[in-house]
């Protein structure tokens, strides 16, 4: 069974910078996609970012994200590391939130255990 293994959170300032990196160990039957979650205080768990991966060497990823984050959030993927990253940059307070990474295989779903972000003077 594969694992995801979240790294990266921490306490930032508003206007700051954090790199969260998802580190897959094991593999993933079919995968087709991997993606950030996250769940703020109080609030149910949202689509942050994801991914879609093509079964092809010569597929280029696609990355689709959510309106909050567009243009702040990056998401990318290291084929050879097996990791993905969610790099955020002009945080703000309402970006806290525990942030989870998901990866979605044809017989399986696989959460991380998640990794808190928080945004505060």
């Known amino acids: 069974q594969a694992q995801l293994v979240e790294s990266g959170g921490g306490l930032v300032q508003p206007g700051g910078s954090l790199r969260l990196s998802c580190a897959v160990s094991?593999?993933?039957?079919?995968?087709?996609?991997m993606a950030w979650y996250r769940q703020r205080p109080g609030k149910q768990r949202e689509l942050v970012a994801d991914i879609t991966i093509g079964g092809s060497p010569d597929y280029v990823d696609s990355a689709n994200y959510a309106d909050s984050v567009k243009g702040r959030f990056t998401i990318s993927r290291d084929k050879a590391k097996n990791t993905m990253y969610l790099q955020m940059n002009s945080l703000k307070p309402e970006d806290t939130a525990v942030y989870y990474c998901?990866?979605?295989?044809?017989?399986?779903?696989?959460w991380g255990q998640g990794t808190q972000v928080t945004v505060s003077s």
């Open positions: 998901n990866a979605e295989g044809v017989l399986t779903s696989i």
């Open positions: 094991g593999s993933i039957f079919s995968l087709y996609s």
